[in-house]
């Protein structure tokens, strides 16, 4: 007998279609968010609209005030520095555990995203880059055999991806991270796996040093030009 397959329910639709419009940076960070116009678009009823921003809530995409709407999250510089700190926790561990559960399976599965990393920047496909940049890390999670850490990135892995999207307008940022790709990469399959952890702290540690401390918004700190091109 075949496995029956639940259809999709219109809130799960819905959520889906708004967080990748967040991600994507179709919606950036600090908009504000209609349910009038998201239902319309969809051709459905607020209620699901409704439901649907209730859990990007929860996954901490958007932020829901009485009487002032719903709007997509944006960081202060401290923040940065707190999701950095969450995200080298994790993959370092995820990292670590992966590449002593299977190196070899590791680096083989990295190394065919970057094979399409490469195409997507030799197209100058922005979008298909960063869906690629965000498998890239997810690998480390794929592999490392423990569900509670792969849980716990999960969890925040859309926030983070739509930070790497808006990261992505620096260009010396998405040069470099490109690069390190590769290298990480290349020590795993050296079995070099301190260098590896060496190169993953500094690709991290980049966007936690792209603002200072004292942005309290750093969506409207880079509208306003007044961050570096890191």
Same mark, same amino acid.
Do not use: W
């Given at each position: 007998?075949?496995?029956?397959?639940?259809?999709?329910?219109?809130?799960?639709?819905?959520?889906?279609?708004?967080?990748?419009?967040?991600?994507?940076?179709?919606?950036?960070?600090?908009?504000?968010?209609?349910?009038?116009?998201?239902?319309?678009?969809?051709?459905?009823?607020? *209620?699901?609209?409704? #439901?649907?921003? +209730? %859990?990007?809530?929860?996954?901490? /995409?958007?932020?829901?005030?009485? &009487?002032?709407? =719903?709007?997509?999250?944006?960081?202060?510089?401290?923040?940065?520095?707190?999701?950095?700190?969450?995200?080298?926790?994790?993959?370092?561990?995820?990292? *670590?555990?992966?590449? #002593?559960?299977? +190196? %070899?399976?590791?680096?083989?599965? /990295?190394?065919?995203?970057?094979? &399409?990393?490469? =195409?997507?920047?030799?197209?100058?496909?922005?979008?298909?880059?960063?869906?690629?940049?965000?498998?890239?890390?997810?690998?480390?999670?794929?592999?490392?055999?423990?569900?509670?850490?792969?849980?716990?990135?999960?969890?925040?892995?859309?926030?983070?991806?739509?930070?790497?999207?808006?990261?992505?307008?620096?260009?010396?940022?998405?040069?470099?991270?490109?690069?390190?790709?590769?290298?990480?990469?290349?020590?795993?399959?050296?079995?070099?796996?301190?260098?590896?952890?060496?190169?993953?702290?500094?690709?991290?540690?980049?966007?936690?040093?792209?603002?200072?401390?004292?942005?309290?918004?750093?969506?409207?700190?880079?509208?306003?030009?007044?961050?570096?091109?890191?």
């Amino acid at each position: 007998m075949a496995d029956f397959k639940r259809p999709k329910s219109l809130t799960s639709v819905v959520t889906h279609h708004v967080r990748m419009l967040i991600v994507h940076g179709d919606i950036p960070l600090g908009a504000a968010i209609s349910e009038r116009t998201i239902a319309a678009e969809l051709n459905v009823s607020k *209620t699901p609209v409704r #439901e649907a921003l +209730a %859990q990007l809530s929860v996954e901490g /995409l958007v932020t829901i005030k009485p &009487q002032s709407g =719903v709007r997509v999250f944006t960081l202060s510089a401290r923040e940065v520095r707190e999701i950095c700190a969450f995200r080298q926790v994790l993959e370092t561990a995820a990292l *670590t555990l992966a590449m #002593e559960e299977d +190196a %070899q399976g590791l680096a083989d599965a /990295l190394q065919d995203v970057v094979k &399409q990393m490469d =195409v997507a920047h030799a197209e100058s496909d922005h979008r298909r880059y960063l869906e690629l940049d965000n498998d890239f890390h997810q690998r480390f999670f794929d592999f490392c055999g423990n569900s509670y850490l792969t849980n716990s990135y999960v969890r925040y892995a859309a926030k983070i991806a739509a930070l790497r999207t808006h990261l992505a307008v620096k260009p010396r940022h998405t040069m470099l991270s490109y690069q390190e790709h590769g290298d990480i990469v290349a020590a795993i399959r050296e079995g070099q796996n301190q260098t590896v952890l060496t190169i993953l702290e500094k690709h991290l540690g980049r966007t936690r040093e792209t603002y200072e401390i004292g942005i309290e918004d750093i969506a409207i700190a880079d509208a306003a030009n007044l961050t570096p091109q890191s």
